[in-house]
């Protein structure tokens, strides 16, 4: 069995930054992909970003673009997202997950071992 904990969570300030860190233990899925995906208040989950096995690839949803680097460590178990030029709309809680595959994806159904989240408030 695989666990996911998110941490790093917290208020900032519009243009502040936040890491958020994700461990995981247990039988880690260390070739698969690791995503990150975020579900703001009143609104479905929604993609944030996405990280190949050896990191040789990655993808960001396109509101994040610029300002979000999701980064892996496979002898430590953790996949991290910094997050910077934050803006309120980016209020939501942080959930990371571990992929089917090694190849990373938007689709969050290609995705299982979710963490619990870790909320993340931007104000104005």
């Known amino acids: 069995q695989v666990q996911m904990v998110e941490s790093g969570g917290g208020l900032v300030q519009t243009g502040g930054s936040l890491r958020l860190a994700c461990a995981a233990s247990g039988r880690t899925p260390i070739f698969n992909a690791m995503g990150w995906f975020r579900q703001p208040p009143g609104k479905e989950r929604e993609f944030v970003a996405a990280?190949?096995?050896?990191?040789?690839?990655?993808y960001y949803g396109d509101s994040v673009k610029g300002r979000f680097t999701i980064s892996r460590d496979n002898a430590k178990n953790t996949v991290t997202l910094q997050m910077n030029s934050l803006k309120p709309e980016d209020t939501a809680v942080y959930y990371c997950?571990?992929?089917?595959?090694?190849?990373?994806?938007?689709?969050?159904?290609?995705?299982?071992?979710w963490g619990q989240g870790t909320q993340v408030t931007v104000s104005s």
């Open positions: 997950a571990s992929g089917l595959s090694a190849i990373p994806t938007t689709n969050e159904r290609q995705y299982y071992h």
């Open positions: 990280i190949s096995w050896n990191s040789d690839s990655t």
